[in-house]
């Protein structure tokens, strides 16, 4: 049985009255089978030749209007569910993205989840066990703020932390990586045959853009919140991190479950990308509002008519 997500990675993206289309969703997807090299293959800078930040942000709004319409529908059908799988490097611009492209969501059909370190609790279970539990419910869309990918590249980069899981011996052999990348591919696959899509977006920062993202928030005084020490010091890591990154983008694009690889070194792009993917996954739904039975329709007309003889 073949259970693609159906996105048309041919789609064209268009902004303003007449403009001339400049990329494609298959400039950002990573095609299963794919060996992915990050240098080579996706720049962090890549605009698809735009230079109307304003006009592609009316068309990021555009966007959010569609999805908040579809939104609706796919509650109201209470059949599929959708989650976004949003994985990066430090001041990437993933807290953003989401905020801005998710801005017209319901928040009653919507739920986000970021994954910070693992608890004591976690720890006690299988490293699948904490996303099973934020899964999005049926007709409720769901966003994870980084995921069980952490499994395959925060603790790839630091394998300390795999001592810390108390696993069999077996499952942290030396193959460990690519048991947990088979083990991701059927979780996501069964997840899509029981009705939940699974979507998810690399944004692609270069060393030089964090860099200058981390000075603004040490310079600027409303932003020191934002910068963690942690940040710099993970930043020492950052060419096993593009090596890990690679490997679970290389071993974890499927078809039921894809990965895009945002441009992050401009904001506005990286959002025109994100909501053209988010809305395309919606539009190859088969989203329909339920259908009312004839019986339905007698019961509320009997409701209507007791209504309209009440006595204000």
């Known amino acids: ?16 009255d007449g403009g001339s289309v400049k990329f ?61 799988i949003f994985q990066a490097m430090d001041a990437a611009g993933k807290d953003g993205a989401i905020r801005h492209v998710m801005s017209g969501i319901n928040p009653q059909g919507c739920q986000v989840t970021s994954f910070k370190a693992p608890s004591a609790d976690d720890l006690d279970h299988d490293y699948l066990r904490r996303a099973s539990l934020a899964l999005p419910a049926r007709g409720m869309i769901g966003i994870f703020n980084r995921s ?27 193959d460990v990586w690519e048991k947990r990348f088979k083990e991701i591919n059927n979780f996501e696959k069964y997840l899509r045959r029981n009705g939940t899509i699974v979507v998810k977006f690399f944004l692609n920062v270069s060393k030089a853009e964090q860099k200058r993202r981390f000075l603004s928030r040490i310079d600027e005084p409303d932003k ?42 401009n904001k506005w792009f990286a959002r025109l990308a994100i909501s053209e993917v988010v809305t395309g996954v919606f539009e190859k739904l088969d989203l329909k509002m339920p259908a009312v039975s004839d019986a339905r329709k007698a019961e509320l007309a009997v409701i209507k008519e007791a209504l309209l003889a009440e006595k204000d």
């Not at 499994?151 to 394998?159: D, M, Y």
């Open 1 to 16: 049985m073949k259970i693609e997500v159906d996105l048309d990675k041919k789609r064209e993206v268009v902004v303003g």
């Open 224 to 265: 020191n919140w934002k910068f963690s020490p942690a940040d710099f010091a993970e930043r020492q890591h950052w060419d096993d991190y593009q090596m890990a990154f690679e490997d679970m983008l290389s071993n974890t694009s499927t078809e039921w479950a894809p990965w895009f690889v945002i441009p992050a070194d």
């Open 24 to 84: 494609r969703l298959r400039d950002i997807a990573v095609e299963p089978g794919r060996k992915v090299n990050l240098k080579k293959d996706f720049d962090p800078d890549f605009t698809g030749g735009y230079d109307d930040k304003a006009g592609a942000l009316e068309h990021v709004a555009k966007n959010v209007q569609r999805l908040s319409e579809m939104q609706e529908t796919l509650y109201a059908q209470d059949i599929y569910s959708v989650l976004f």
């Open 148 to 174: 069980y990918y952490e499994e395959v590249a925060v603790v790839r980069v630091h394998p300390e932390l795999l001592i810390k899981q108390k696993l069999p011996p077996k499952a942290r052999g030396k």
